[in-house]
């Protein structure tokens, strides 16, 4: 028998991640589902430079970019760490402030489970 481990969220993630449209939520915490019970979703990659055990799932919606930051390894529960619509025009790299944003919350994060 799997365990599921719990999915917790900062604050802002959580409302980030409500500003989604439904389906595209619903393919998310379907990718999160699979990560709590230690899979990793098909639209999940390990993100690069933010250490190991962190992951986005990477969603195109409907002519839009999706992205949501989890991390494994941040006490017993998934940790949703980071949720934005990727409003970039050129390329698929994620934008540097979303990145340190990501690197502070996980950074304080670790601070709060100590």
Do not use: C
């Not at 969220?9 to 019970?37: G, M, N, Y």
């Not at 986005?56 to 919606?61: G, K, N, Q």
Request: glycine share 8%; proline share 6%.
């Amino acid at each position: 028998m799997r365990v599921t481990r719990p999915v917790s969220w900062p604050t802002p993630a959580r409302k980030a991640f409500e500003e989604f449209p439904e389906a595209a939520r619903e393919i998310v915490l379907d990718a999160l589902s699979i990560a709590a019970e230690g899979g990793k979703a098909g639209i999940a990659k390990p993100m690069k430079g933010l250490g190991s055990g962190v992951f986005e799932v990477a969603l195109p919606y409907r002519g839009n970019a999706f992205r949501v930051v989890y991390a494994v390894q941040l006490g017993d529960d998934l940790w949703v760490v980071h949720a934005f619509q990727k409003k970039s025009t050129h390329g698929i790299k994620t934008p540097k402030h979303e990145i340190d944003l990501t690197k502070d919350r996980i950074k304080r994060l670790k601070e709060m489970l100590r």
